[in-house]
């Protein structure tokens, strides 16, 4: 949940966000976090970065099922 939201906490508009919409929001936050790093190449612990992520206090790794990617493209980072 976006800190500028804390105050909505426990409420049924919270539980619906937490079902539906966090894990979208986050894995796309996350995705652009890695591509600050990988394409433009920041530092993880930059301005760029934490720019991204500092609202939700998340950090720019990604949990994979199965075996780990060869190379960045396997990650979806081909865009900018």
Known sequence: MP????????????????????RQYLSEKVQQARRIVYKLGQAVAGTGVDGVLKST?????IVSEGSSPKSIN???LNTV
């Open 57 to 61: 206090s998340s950090v720019p790794t």
């Open 74 to 76: 396997d990650v979806g």
């Open 3 to 22: 800190k500028t939201k804390l105050d909505r906490m426990g409420q049924r508009w919270d539980i619906d966000f937490r079902l539906k919409e966090v």
